[in-house]
Nanobody
Framework: QVQLVESGGGLVQAGGSLRLSCAAS????????MGWFRQAPGKEREFVAT????????TYGDPMKGRFTVSRDNVKNTVYLQMNSLKPEDTGVYYC???????????????????WGQGTQVTVSS
């Protein structure tokens, strides 16, 4: 069982930056891929980024490329999402998710993730 707790959301002006964190419980964190997704008001949840278990492979959704960076610290059992050059359309609830260990490769599909955090709100004002 993996429990995930996101933090770091908040209100920021367009062009600003935020760093989200997702702390995971359990001893299997280093053996599973992680992902970030977001859901804007009135829209379906969408893929943001994913990182492999070892951290060597990352994938981003097209709107995030060049602005967002996903990373992880397997000693601290934490995955991060650094978000720069934020836009109002980045507003939404951001969720981190974990694949069932020991699945090492990341995925862009929500259905490939077994564990989800409660989400953290990000609001970007224009």
């Amino acid at each position: 069982q993996v429990q995930l707790v996101e933090s770091g959301g908040g209100l920021v002006q367009a062009g600003g930056s935020l760093r989200l964190s997702c702390a995971a419980s359990g001893r299997t964190f280093s053996s599973t891929a992680m992902g970030w997704f977001r859901q804007a008001p009135g829209k379906e949840r969408e893929f943001v980024a994913t990182i492999s278990a070892g951290g060597g492979s990352t994938t981003y959704g097209d709107p995030m490329k060049g602005r967002f960076t996903v990373s992880r610290d397997n000693v601290k059992n934490t995955v991060y999402l650094q978000m720069n050059s934020l836009k109002p359309e980045d507003t939404g609830v951001y969720y981190c998710a974990a694949r069932e260990p020991p699945l090492w490769l990341g995925s862009t599909l929500q259905s490939d993730y077994s564990y989800w955090g409660q989400g953290t709100q990000v609001t970007v004002s224009s």
